[in-house]
């Protein structure tokens, strides 16, 4: 499920678990959790759903991430002002418009840039999908996945310019199946490398349940794919969707 009622089951958050890989550190002003090697020149910039770069899932994810031999950035994009289960969305996007979260990005991919990183791939979560997508649109990114997006309108779709992989929920408010088809329509237009898979039902947030899902394939056959492949692979993985069937 993606839509407002995902706000009623945020992620538990527990201090001091010490199953984290990573650290927290400030990549241009911003507080990032940051996990993997440091000196890899392959980056991947994640950016958070409204709950923020805390959920622990969203950390595990980028700690699997990392494992597969990349240096994984997750920003606090939202300053400490994540949603809760009491949060007016509509008042809270006010203060965090998702549009606004490339030029949020932007400094951060360019110090990743500046310690030496060829390559980034950004994943987008729900909210973060528009921040990614904007980035899709020019050359800042080489490879997007965005995972269950909120606020990404066809017209995103027609300006990306790099492979992209898109999962939507089965039951979605913000990208329906039917419009996870526009888009492909629009990437096959546009000769787009992409990948999506129209129902996946899982999301960062506990308890959610989970269904069968589609995937469909343009020509995959990319260097870049394999960055697209472990956000997939290790967040497909974490919703205990079988990958071989």
């Known amino acids: 499920m993606s839509g407002p009622k995902c706000c009623q089951n945020p992620p538990v958050f527990s201090s001091g678990s010490g199953e984290e890989a990573g ?9 990032s959790y940051v996990s993997g090697n440091p000196e890899s020149k ?17 950390r595990k994810l980028a700690d699997k991430i990392a494992a597969a031999g990349y240096y994984v950035v997750v920003p606090d994009f939202l300053f400490g002002d994540y949603a809760t289960p009491e949060t007016q969305l509509d008042e809270w996007t006010k203060k965090h418009p998702p549009e606004q979260t490339v030029e949020l990005a932007k400094p951060v991919i360019q ?12 994943a987008g979560f729900c909210w973060g999908a528009k921040g ?9 990114i080489q490879v997007a996945a965005l995972l269950h997006p909120a606020f990404v309108t066809l017209d995103d779709i027609k300006g990306v310019k790099v492979p992209i992989a898109i999962l939507g929920a089965e039951f979605d408010e913000y990208s329906p199946p039917e419009l996870i088809k ?11 490398i992409f990948l999506t898979i129209a129902k996946c039902t899982f999301c960062l947030a506990p308890k959610t349940l989970h ?17 697209l492949y472990h956000i997939i692979y290790y967040f497909l993985k974490l919703s205990k969707i079988n990958l071989n069937n």
Do not use: R
């Not at 392959?42 to 959920?55: M, T």
């Not at 990614?132 to 800042?140: I, R, S």
């Not at 526009?182 to 787009?192: H, M, P, R, T, W």
């Open 23 to 31: 650290e927290v550190v400030q990549i241009a002003s911003f507080s």
């Open 42 to 58: 392959i980056a991947v910039l994640l950016v958070s759903d409204v709950f923020g770069y805390e959920a622990p899932k969203l």
């Open 111 to 122: 110090a990743l840039k500046e310690k030496g990183m060829s390559k980034i791939g950004s």
């Open 132 to 140: 990614v997508v904007d980035l899709a649109k020019g050359a800042e």
């Open 182 to 192: 526009e888009f492909e329509a629009a990437l096959i237009a546009n000769e787009v």
């Open 211 to 227: 269904s069968s899902f589609h995937i469909n394939f343009s020509i995959w056959k990319h260097i870049d794919a394999c960055i």
